[in-house]
């Protein structure tokens, strides 16, 4: 499975953005996917995840209120839809496909990885 990340930018603080993940070659339509983000010397962290059907999604608590991560079953892509950005939000955000059908927050649960996008919100 390879991902691609999309959706990235530049954002004022309070703006949105939506991410989406779509793959190409093999589906991840019976995997879940989380988004992950990173900023330069710290470790990668866990944002939001879903279900392969979109039964559940998790989110670290950061973010819970301001982001949805979404998918609709049978379909290719996964998206994030970020509002209310703030600038401790400025990272490169990874979506990543699990090895399995239930969400983790954990990255080593996670075996296929897109190349990032970034997000960058001006204060």
């Known amino acids: 499975v390879q991902l691609q990340a999309s959706g990235g930018g530049l954002v004022q603080a309070g703006g949105s953005l939506r991410l989406s993940c779509a793959s190409s070659g093999r589906t991840f339509t019976n995997n879940a996917v989380g988004w992950f983000r990173q900023v330069p010397g710290k470790e990668r962290e866990f944002v939001a995840a879903i279900n392969w059907d979109g039964s559940s999604t998790y989110y670290t608590e950061s973010v819970k209120g301001r982001f949805t991560i979404s998918r609709r079953k049978g379909q290719n892509t996964v998206y994030l839809q970020m509002n209310n950005l703030k600038p401790e939000d400025t990272a490169v955000y990874y979506c990543?496909?699990?090895?399995?059908?239930?969400?983790?927050?954990?990255?080593?649960?996670?075996?296929?990885w897109g190349q990032g996008t970034q997000v960058t919100v001006s204060s």
């Open positions: 990543a496909a699990a090895r399995r059908s239930w969400a983790s927050s954990e990255s080593t649960e996670y075996g296929y």
